[in-house]
């Protein structure tokens, strides 16, 4: 009942658009075993093909199936897929962020803690340059007009997740900044959004994270960096160099994920990923008109808003994710009624991202031609 409530407190008060996100239903039928086998020899032929190597998640007609190639650990012999690895999810944790914050939209109207997407960060951050003039919605687009970058140089310290929302603040004041209203795409902005959600419930981000969608969906293989249990490892990141596989060994080291709250600090595998897509629509996390809302922000000034792109007339969703220093690649391109797409978390790449989403459409058209598009 009180999921109800708020659901139709949120219709009212959010302002919606005609749009809205069709939660994926029960495929009307299920692939043979001879059809699994056959995508999973195309999707292994492919990654082999482009030399990458990862895990990936393809959804067709309604149904997921997870395909890995390559070892995700090379010194351990550990392959990805193995259900000790996890993955570093970087720039796809922003949505995720977003959703928890249209939650707390939805849950504080009509409270002393009641704000929106207008309302001014200068709330939380009186300190902040141009705070009084930047508004949440400004952060979930990447048009608060910060440009403060250096934000994943490991600075080699392992903060805290306040002490490092602090030195984001610091950082971007003692900086020259934008104009707000301008578009510009920055981690500060989503380290900002976990602050606001860690002074709005007075929990840390990281409860939150754990009670809003790790419990909520019942994931088994999702983390924040710290929390990663000792029977698990995240991924190592290798290239393709002089013809020789696994060169050039990288990871994400704890004091560079500890800078990155709320916008690339969480590890996952691509079918725990897709679960929390469908989360995005069915209830679990958001409903259908929330994530209405939060897909079509009127700040937005691009095809970007709240943590993803939506494409071709909102029939399309997708979003990229890398982290400076070392060789991940992630992209997922789905239709917006979840029931064709892709999800690929990548840990062998040559490091250019149009290359890592050539791969991807190139097993997009396999599973659904004449329906994506390559970038």
Same mark, same amino acid.
């Given at each position: 009942?009180?999921?109800?409530?708020?659901?139709?407190?949120?219709?009212?008060?959010?302002?919606?658009?005609?749009?809205?996100?069709?939660?994926?239903?029960?495929?009307?039928?299920?692939?043979?075993?001879?059809?699994?086998?056959?995508?999973?020899?195309?999707?292994?032929?492919?990654?082999?093909?482009?030399?990458?190597?990862?895990?990936?998640?393809?959804?067709?007609?309604?149904?997921?199936?997870?395909?890995?190639?390559?070892?995700?650990?090379?010194?351990?012999?550990?392959?990805?897929?193995?259900?000790?690895?996890?993955?570093?999810?970087?720039?796809?944790?922003?949505?995720?962020?977003?959703?928890?914050?249209?939650?707390?939209?939805?849950?504080?109207?009509?409270?002393?803690?009641?704000?929106?997407?207008?309302?001014?960060?200068?709330?939380?951050?009186?300190?902040?340059?141009?705070?009084?003039?930047?508004?949440?919605?400004?952060?979930?687009?990447?048009?608060?007009?910060?440009?403060?970058?250096?934000?994943?140089?490991?600075?080699?310290?392992?903060?805290?997740?306040?002490?490092?929302?602090?030195?984001?603040?610091?950082?971007?004041?003692?900086?020259? $900044?934008?104009?707000? /209203?301008? =578009?510009?795409? %920055? !981690?500060?902005?989503?380290?900002?959004?976990? *602050?606001?959600? #860690?002074?709005?419930?007075?929990?840390?981000?990281?409860?939150?994270?754990?009670?809003?969608?790790?419990?909520?969906?019942?994931?088994?293989?999702?983390?924040?960096?710290?929390?990663?249990?000792?029977?698990?490892?995240?991924?190592?990141?290798?290239?393709?160099?002089?013809?020789?596989?696994?060169?050039?060994?990288?990871?994400?080291?704890?004091?560079?994920?500890?800078?990155?709250?709320?916008?690339?600090?969480?590890?996952?595998?691509?079918?725990?990923?897709?679960?929390?897509?469908?989360?995005?629509?069915?209830?679990?996390?958001?409903?259908?008109?929330?994530?209405?809302?939060?897909?079509?922000?009127?700040?937005?000034?691009? $095809?970007?808003?709240? /943590?993803? =792109?939506?494409? %071709? !007339?909102?029939?399309?969703?997708?979003?990229? *994710?890398?982290? #400076?220093?070392?060789?991940?690649?992630?992209?997922?391109?789905?239709?917006?009624?979840?029931?064709?797409?892709?999800?690929?978390?990548?840990?062998?790449?040559?490091?250019?991202?149009?290359?890592?989403?050539?791969?991807?459409?190139?097993?997009?058209?396999?599973?659904?031609?004449?329906?994506?598009?390559?970038?």
């Amino acid at each position: 009942m009180k999921r109800k409530l708020l659901a139709a407190t949120a219709a009212i008060t959010l302002g919606l658009s005609s749009f809205t996100l069709t939660a994926p239903v029960k495929p009307a039928y299920a692939a043979t075993a001879e059809q699994k086998t056959q995508m999973r020899n195309f999707v292994r032929s492919t990654l082999g093909k482009h030399n990458v190597r990862g895990s990936v998640v393809v959804i067709k007609d309604g149904e997921p199936q997870q395909i890995s190639y390559g070892w995700g650990w090379y010194g351990k012999k550990l392959g990805n897929g193995n259900s000790k690895v996890v993955y570093p999810t970087c720039s796809l944790q922003k949505v995720i962020t977003a959703a928890m914050i249209i939650q707390l939209i939805n849950e504080t109207n009509h409270t002393n803690q009641q704000f929106s997407q207008y309302t001014k960060i200068s709330r939380w951050y009186p300190n902040l340059k141009n705070a009084d003039q930047i508004s949440v919605g400004n952060l979930l687009t990447h048009t608060s007009g910060i440009t403060a970058t250096d934000t994943e140089i490991d600075r080699g310290y392992n903060y805290s997740e306040e002490n490092s929302i602090n030195w984001i603040v610091d950082h971007v004041n003692s900086r020259g $900044e934008g104009q707000p /209203g301008t =578009y510009f795409y %920055n !981690n500060t902005n989503y380290i900002l959004l976990a *602050g606001i959600i #860690a002074k709005v419930t007075n929990q840390s981000y990281e409860s939150n994270f754990q009670t809003r969608i790790v419990n909520k969906l019942g994931l088994q293989h999702t983390y924040l960096y710290q929390n990663i249990p000792k029977d698990k490892t995240d991924a190592i990141s290798y290239t393709y160099s002089n013809g020789k596989n696994y060169q050039d060994a990288e990871y994400v080291k704890r004091s560079l994920a500890s800078q990155l709250p709320g916008a690339a600090n969480m590890f996952s595998t691509p079918m725990d990923y897709y679960k929390i897509l469908v989360g995005l629509s069915n209830g679990q996390i958001l409903d259908r008109s929330d994530f209405n809302y939060l897909t079509h922000l009127k700040s937005k000034v691009t $095809e970007y808003s709240g /943590g993803v =792109y939506l494409k %071709n !007339n909102d029939t399309l969703m997708s979003s990229y *994710g890398n982290l #400076a220093g070392t060789h991940f690649g992630n992209w997922f391109q789905v239709t917006t009624d979840m029931k064709n797409g892709l999800i690929m978390f990548l840990n062998q790449t040559d490091n250019n991202e149009n290359n890592q989403k050539d791969v991807g459409y190139e097993i997009l058209n396999y599973i659904k031609p004449n329906t994506f598009t390559q970038r």
